[in-house]
């Protein structure tokens, strides 16, 4: 089947609504490691990962053969049955968890894992009322939508009483207009008051990304969660890690991203990179918390004896591969190359991230920071010629997030960087004086 045909009943079967990159969508059909193919053969250098979903590589033989050999003995028996595959995977899973962190809820997403966690939130404090930040992004559910502060992505019709936003640490775009570390960390202070007045004073849980994945890979000054976590605390309040897009090495020498910012989450949630793309979802927590969740309740899908295997597999393959430490040093070398390009292209304001999370802020002006989401419209279409795929995302639309597989060399790196060159190369020549 060619591009075109695949594309057409895309479009013609599927919700008009369901977005795809690039003016006219780009199918792919097979992939391995760092490479996947279009319906034509055109090959494309992965420097998405599927969202930060493809962890270790497209289809990787170990995970591959381990996820067959669990489709040729259980596949599916819900949570009402023990499966050897959930049993061992959180087992594991406790043992690689930051401080007390030990019981398990398996769920299908990073949307269920987070509405798992709020709600065990909510039986353990007693409290309803939920704390997120402002360009966050929590998923597709109501709930998720409503604490999800991107207004395009906003498009549930149902608002969820008792969510507040707090101003996000966004150094690059400072809410108070200051600048770290004479700002005194500000916007982490603000919870207080944010608090004090838009809550009853007493709050279920601070929900929060490490590093804020969809807003634009924005990373914390060190010290933010070691200010605004006690005083959520302060109020009767839990700490939510949502590792959806941080965890499992992403962010370079640790697990989870959560773990270079010195403070220990009450619960913690996952998905995308867990299972290296099969679905899964994961929520964590104490025994205490754990136990204070009554009432009936299940997750069909959760648990899933292959999604299960995978996950499994997934973490033996970071663990024996080591690329806890590759994401560390290739993720360096990566910023180090879209640094260079930021010398060379006056339309880059800014290059952060962590790890293997590197984002490119592009903007009309250095000196105002106008967001151009324009320009990376152009950057898409340049790079998708390149045969190189990266994300976007930004309150504004206006910033590259890359982020390959975990097993990206420096080669690799090297590779992506001269392709958006050439993009950046065009796009510059093109643009009006």
Same mark, same amino acid.
């Given at each position: 089947?060619?591009?075109?045909?695949? @594309?057409?009943?895309?479009?013609?079967?599927?919700?008009?609504?369901?977005?795809?990159?690039?003016?006219?969508?780009?199918?792919?059909?097979?992939?391995?490691?760092?490479?996947?193919?279009?319906?034509?053969?055109?090959?494309?250098?992965?420097?998405?990962?599927?969202?930060?979903?493809?962890?270790?590589?497209?289809?990787?033989?170990?995970?591959?053969?381990?996820?067959?050999?669990?489709?040729?003995?259980?596949?599916?028996?819900?949570?009402?049955?023990?499966?050897?595959?959930?049993?061992?995977?959180?087992?594991?899973?406790?043992?690689?968890?930051?401080?007390?962190?030990?019981?398990?809820?398996?769920? !299908?997403?990073?949307?269920?894992?987070?509405?798992?966690?709020?709600?065990?939130?909510?039986?353990?404090?007693? /409290?309803?009322?939920?704390?997120?930040?402002?360009?966050?992004?929590?998923?597709?559910?109501?709930?998720?939508? !409503?604490?999800?502060?991107?207004?395009? *992505?906003?498009?549930?019709?149902?608002?969820?009483?008792?969510?507040?936003?707090?101003?996000?640490?966004?150094?690059?775009?400072?809410?108070?207009?200051?600048?770290?570390?004479?700002?005194?960390?500000?916007?982490?202070?603000?919870?207080?008051?944010?608090?004090? @007045?838009?809550?009853?004073?007493?709050?279920?849980?601070?929900?929060?990304?490490?590093?804020?994945?969809?807003?634009?890979?924005?990373?914390?000054?060190?010290?933010?969660?070691?200010?605004?976590?006690?005083?959520?605390?302060?109020?009767?309040?839990?700490?939510?890690?949502?590792?959806?897009? @941080?965890? *499992?090495?992403?962010?370079?020498?640790? *697990?989870?991203?959560?773990?270079?910012?010195?403070?220990?989450?009450?619960?913690?949630?996952?998905?995308?990179?867990?299972?290296?793309?099969?679905?899964?979802? *994961?929520?964590?927590?104490?025994?205490?918390?754990?136990?204070?969740?009554?009432?009936?309740?299940?997750?069909?899908?959760?648990? !899933?004896?292959?999604?299960?295997?995978?996950?499994?597999?997934?973490?033996?393959?970071?663990?024996?591969?080591?690329?806890?430490? !590759?994401?560390?040093?290739?993720?360096?070398?990566?910023?180090?190359?879209?640094?260079?390009?930021?010398?060379?292209?006056?339309?880059?304001?800014?290059?952060?991230?962590?790890?293997?999370?590197?984002?490119?802020?592009?903007?009309?002006?250095?000196?105002?920071?106008?967001?151009?989401?324009?320009?990376?419209?152009?950057?898409?279409?340049?790079?998708?010629?390149?045969?190189?795929?990266?994300?976007?995302?930004?309150?504004?639309? /206006?910033?590259?997030?890359?982020?390959?597989?975990?097993?990206?060399?420096?080669?690799?790196?090297?590779?992506?960087?001269?392709?958006?060159?050439?993009?950046?190369?065009?796009?510059?020549? @093109?643009?009006?004086?």
């Amino acid at each position: 089947m060619k591009n075109a045909r695949l @594309t057409k009943k895309y479009k013609d079967f599927l919700y008009p609504g369901v977005i795809t990159y690039y003016q006219e969508p780009l199918p792919l059909v097979s992939g391995q490691g760092l490479e996947v193919r279009d319906a034509e053969g055109k090959q494309y250098l992965d420097f998405f990962g599927g969202i930060l979903t493809v962890s270790v590589g497209h289809c990787h033989k170990k995970i591959t053969d381990r996820v067959i050999a669990q489709l040729k003995t259980l596949q599916h028996v819900s949570t009402l049955y023990p499966t050897q595959p959930a049993a061992d995977l959180a087992e594991r899973l406790a043992g690689i968890t930051p401080g007390d962190l030990k019981r398990s809820f398996f769920t !299908n997403s990073g949307t269920e894992a987070d509405e798992t966690a709020v709600l065990t939130a909510q039986h353990a404090t007693g /409290n309803t009322e939920i704390i997120a930040l402002r360009h966050s992004y929590s998923g597709r559910s109501a709930m998720a939508m !409503n604490l999800t502060a991107h207004a395009a *992505w906003r498009i549930s019709r149902t608002p969820v009483p008792g969510i507040r936003h707090a101003h996000a640490p966004y150094c690059y775009r400072c809410p108070f207009k200051l600048s770290y570390p004479s700002c005194d960390l500000a916007c982490a202070k603000d919870m207080e008051e944010l608090i004090q @007045t838009e809550t009853c004073g007493k709050v279920a849980a601070f929900l929060a990304e490490p590093i804020l994945g969809v807003g634009g890979f924005v990373v914390p000054p060190k010290d933010y969660f070691k200010v605004a976590v006690p005083i959520v605390r302060k109020y009767g309040g839990l700490f939510i890690a949502d590792e959806v897009q @941080t965890g *499992w090495g992403r962010t370079g020498s640790k *697990w989870f991203g959560i773990e270079h910012f010195g403070v220990v989450p009450d619960i913690m949630t996952s998905a995308k990179g867990m299972a290296n793309g099969f679905p899964i979802g *994961w929520t964590v927590t104490t025994d205490k918390i754990a136990a204070s969740l009554q009432g009936l309740t299940i997750s069909t899908f959760g648990g !899933n004896p292959v999604s299960c295997a995978a996950a499994h597999a997934t973490i033996d393959a970071i663990d024996e591969e080591g690329l806890l430490k !590759n994401a560390e040093t290739v993720g360096a070398y990566l910023r180090d190359g879209l640094s260079a390009l930021q010398k060379d292209f006056p339309c880059i304001g800014e290059v952060r991230g962590m790890g293997m999370m590197a984002g490119v802020e592009v903007v009309a002006d250095r000196k105002t920071k106008a967001p151009d989401a324009k320009t990376v419209v152009q950057l898409f279409e340049e790079t998708k010629k390149e045969g190189l795929l990266i994300g976007k995302g930004g309150l504004y639309g /206006n910033v590259l997030r890359i982020s390959p597989p975990m097993t990206a060399t420096r080669g690799d790196v090297d590779d992506a960087v001269q392709r958006l060159r050439k993009a950046f190369e065009r796009v510059h020549r @093109t643009a009006p004086a």
